[in-house]
């Protein structure tokens, strides 16, 4: 079977690295791709929001399913077209997408369903907005309701800070994304990464994972979109994992099919595990960057064959998913400057080296200049490493990133601290 990967990070390249070891597979295109998906697929020079070009080369190059990696051609109806052209697709329709596409989407259904998730409010204009922050005590959350790639979301710590958010929100800081807010009640607890595939009827647990969203390490300095994770999360015990199920995923998978827009793909569930039990924060259409890099490492089955069962929806008649019960954890390599402005050009070596002893290196924003691996993005890098706790699969991450030559790069030394520092207790 012919397949065709859309995106170009370090979440594609794992996919790309998972589907390729499919028995299933006789080519394996990538648009655009980036040097290091080259390694497992044909580079094809599509743009991922130019839906027609894509549905085209589909039909031409008769492709049997496709894999759409991020959140922006889902929002914008690629599945739809590529669906309405006859083409096997993992991943939402534009309806069914809104799941990620509006905060305030979500908010309502997990409202109709009885989904236990942050008391909110939503609002259109500033006044109102303004008016209704009386309503909330401090911190309180401030979202804008579209997408606004991992940066629409403030923990407002005072009054002042809020209200500076919501100017900036509806001045047009965030584009689009900010024409409408989500005001929200601030949870207490850990937060934690669920994911589960549906194809639209049928829905079954696909692991969990925690990721780092901090620049800074102890979890300080700005929010990015993920310094690194590992997987599984230990805090989500298969108890709490079968809640998130009952409570969370089914719900909204029948109510997205009661509301005529059944969901297919996975569903990426951002949870905080609050002391009243699992609470949604925020649902992502698509697989996580980079809880992707520690989740394909330890799926022991042939994804093709899964993403085939989500799209042909027979989801029922099929084993759940085995994972490995060792760890993976990934650690970025990201560019002088992120999450600002990085600094891109920066020479890259060692990377052959790093994956000597079982690591595996995903190239997340790279380009090649000259034959010379160079970064090319704010996150540039993802080493993963694996061991029988996280404790082994973060020496593993981090003598495999020893081993890379990035001057002009930099990561965090504490990815999966928390939980080291917790197994280190159990002793």
Request: with cysteine; charged share 20%; aromatic share 6%.
């Amino acid at each position: 079977m012919k397949v065709l990967l859309i995106g170009s990070g370090g979440r594609e390249h794992a996919l790309a690295w998972k589907l390729a070891q499919s028995p299933r597979l006789t080519k394996l295109y990538a648009a655009p791709g980036n040097p290091g998906i080259a390694a497992c697929a044909e580079l094809v020079d599509l743009d991922p929001t130019h839906i027609e070009a894509i549905v085209a080369f589909a039909r031409d190059e008769n492709v049997g399913l496709v894999v759409v990696g991020p959140e922006q051609p889902l929002v914008e109806g690629l599945a739809d077209r590529l669906r309405e052209d006859g083409v096997l697709v993992f991943g939402p329709n534009k309806a069914a997408a809104q799941l990620e596409g509006s905060k305030g989407f979500t908010k309502d259904l997990c409202a109709r369903a009885g989904i236990p998730t942050a008391a909110y409010a939503r609002f259109s204009n500033l006044p109102s907005a303004q008016a209704g922050l009386a309503g909330f005590g401090l911190p309180v959350v401030i979202k804008a309701d579209g997408l606004a790639a991992g940066k629409g979301v403030v923990i407002a710590q005072t009054e002042a800070e809020a209200q500076a958010a919501l100017r900036d929100m509806f001045g047009g800081s965030f584009g689009g994304a900010g024409a409408e807010v989500v005001i929200e009640e601030f949870l207490e607890g850990e937060e934690a990464s669920f994911f589960a595939l549906t194809d639209g009827r049928a829905a079954i647990p696909f692991g969990s994972a925690q990721d780092h969203k901090r620049v800074g390490e102890g979890d300080t300095g700005p929010n990015t979109g993920g310094m690194g994770a590992y997987s599984p999360a230990p805090v989500l015990t298969p108890a709490l994992q079968a809640q998130v199920m009952r409570e969370i995923i089914l719900p909204t998978v029948r109510t997205m099919a009661n509301a005529g827009m059944p969901y297919s793909g996975v569903l990426y569930a951002g949870l905080m595990l609050t002391a009243d039990g699992p609470k949604l924060i925020e649902y992502n259409a698509r697989f996580g960057d980079p809880e992707t890099q520690v989740l394909m490492p330890r799926f022991e089955g042939d994804l093709i064959e899964l993403m085939l069962a989500v799209a042909e929806e027979r989801l029922a008649n099929i084993p759940v998913p085995h994972l490995s019960p060792r760890v993976a954890l990934t650690v970025v390599m990201a560019a002088r400057g992120y999450p600002g402005t990085p600094e891109k050009g920066g020479d890259i070596s060692g990377i052959k080296m790093a994956e000597t002893d079982g690591a595996i290196v995903f190239h997340a924003g790279t380009a090649l200049r000259d034959d010379q691996l160079v970064a090319q993005g704010g996150r540039v890098l993802a080493v993963t490493g694996t061991g029988a706790s996280v404790a082994e699969a973060q020496a593993a991450a981090y003598a495999a990133i020893d081993r890379i030559t990035f001057p002009s790069g930099f990561c965090r030394r504490d990815i999966g601290w928390r939980e080291v520092a917790r197994e280190k207790a159990q002793r």
